[in-house]
């Protein structure tokens, strides 16, 4: 499939906005998720600015792509994605955590436009996505459901509960994106609990499987369109990722996984962040 | 005693009749289709049956996908197996309010012969305690029968009881009920004996021995748990003075507990618990002499209420030695 330059451009450049986004956010409320968010910036980017079936001024559309964000814990980087396509002012973004504001510390559907699901406990999107898709079968909608997943999540038993079931029921229309950046909160993920071989686990359960860099826009392009073709399997895409992708002193360290950057070094992440040119 | 009846087949076969005039409905099982009788439905729709396996966590999220789709998922699997979902529960039913039924299949001791592993005497306080959960354990087959379409209905997420057991006809067709809202099943001046699920049968059986001892005893179906019919047991505080409560569960946190807590803060009477202690029960060969055993037979019931005039007499006593 051929994707022109500009799009791609127009994408990275994206992606970079939103971390961006995300890290003003994270620096701004003292609290938040920087590791698992950046690692997914290209991801989301790819998803909400180009892929997915939406529109923001219908949000209950009956036919819209669902995307379900498993590890809900990176909604830095939708936040401000969901803000970009108009589901709510951006200005909200800074309210993010306050009592009152829409904006929970992890989503929210009840309380935030465009979150499909309430996530922030691990394990749950893949067997909800399951459900989604059983249920536009049965309502004969033929809208895409997408759920990003962590590495980290693939470790809990409840999670493989939804692979099977997708697989049993052939859920074509299920994309799920596995965000492997290898560092889950309390370390590397192969010294706490090793997936590998992921590639082979996720194809003895019957699902289909690409394998991208994560990080290259074109790669998760071409994976996204490529999993819609597939008729009778549900697809994972796994996207190998950099946790803190972006910025040097984040990047692949489990400490950013779940704390905000000092005014120095968020002024520092700044200046890596835009320093790179397109 | 009256007629009994399979309150499983009865919420099978009502399943698959509501599944006929509501095309939302869809229905999902953990591999005891057999046992909770979701088989009536399965036969009759089988592109909206989903089993799937021993995953119970697994399949309380499915539903709540199916729920998101616009379907009104009933979940099946045993009482004491949601507690394996509870998770699942609390934050993709409960908090994020999607519209799914849970139905606890084998409550109570119902499932006597299968021992303590598949008793369930803790569901209905670890479902009451999450916000957003409607709660209900109805007391005989019409009630079973009549709740499928109100819990279908009702908006939001609800726990469903169903016991494994027979149970006794108590009401007829013209049976009318509505989630939150208890009924009188026979008024009394005397004392009030608040009961759900097998006890609603025995309460009455107790309510006629009392009355041949002159004790006048008002008896109320609280088939629902949550949300509470306060003002209901309000009323009986203040028109009987004295509540006796009576469960298949634990006396933590159930039916008892939800009473003594609306009690506490509104009217507060003696009140005495019936109900399993503070302890697991054991296998048996007999339902009913399992229920005896611990605690809950109808001369428990007797004793109950009698303990409970006694500390309504007492404390008029006090009161009119003060004046």
Known sequence: MAYSKELIKELEEKAQQLRLDALEMIHHRGQGHPGGALSAAEIIAALFFHHLRIDPDRPNWENRDRFILSKGHACAILYPALAGLGYFPMEDLKNWGHIGAHLQAHPDRLKTPGIEMTTGFLGHGISIGAGLCLSARLKGLDYHVYVLVGDGECQSGVLWEGVMTAAKYKLSNLTAILDYNKVQLDGPLNKIMPLEPIKEKWESFNWKTIEIDGHNIKEVLEALDKAKENKNKPTVIIAHTIKGKGVSFMENKAEWHGKAPDDNEYAQAVKELTARSF | ?323
């Open chain 2, 1 to 323: 005693m009256n007629k009994k009846v399979s309150v499983r087949k009865t919420y099978g076969e009502t399943l698959a009749e509501y599944g006929k005039v509501n095309p939302d409905v869809v229905v999902l099982v953990a591999d005891v289709s057999s046992s909770v009788q979701t088989g009536y439905f399965a036969k009759e729709f089988p592109e909206r049956f989903f089993n799937v396996g021993i995953a119970e966590a697994g399949m309380v999220d499915t539903a709540v996908g199916l729920a998101l789709g616009g379907m009104i998922p009933f979940v099946n699997t045993f009482a004491g197996l949601f507690l394996r979902a509870t998770e699942q529960i609390r934050t993709c039913v409960a908090y994020a309010k999607t519209n799914v039924k849970l139905v606890g299949g084998y409550a109570g001791l119902s499932d006597f012969k299968d021992g303590p592993t598949h008793h369930s005497i803790t569901d209905v306080a670890v479902m009451r305690a999450m916000p957003n959960m409607a709660v209900v354990v109805p007391g005989d087959p019409i009630e079973v029968k009549k709740m499928v379409k109100a819990v279908a209905e009702y908006p939001g997420p609800v726990y469903l009881q169903i016991g494994r057991a027979d149970m006794p006809v108590i009401f007829d067709d013209n049976h009318q009920i509505k989630i939150g809202k208890g009924v009188i099943v026979r008024e009394g001046e005397e004392v009030t004996i608040i009961a759900n699920g097998s006890m609603l049968a025995r309460c009455l059986e107790a309510a006629k021995v009392l009355s041949n001892e002159g004790t006048d005893v008002r008896v109320i179906n609280m088939h629902t748990v949550k949300p509470l019919d306060i003002s209901l047991i309000k009323e009986s505080a203040e028109k009987t003075g004295a509540i006796v409560t009576a469960e298949e569960h634990s006396v933590i946190g159930g039916l008892g507990s939800a009473v003594a807590e609306a009690l506490g803060k509104n009217y507060p009477v003696p009140l005495e618990q019936v109900g399993i202690a503070d302890t697991f029960a054991e296998t048996a060969l007999d339902y009913d002499l399992l229920l005896d055993h611990y605690g809950m037979g109808i001369n428990d019931i007797v004793k109950a209420v009698q303990r409970v005039l006694r500390r309504k007499n007492a404390l008029s006593h006090s009161e009119n030695l003060k004046k």
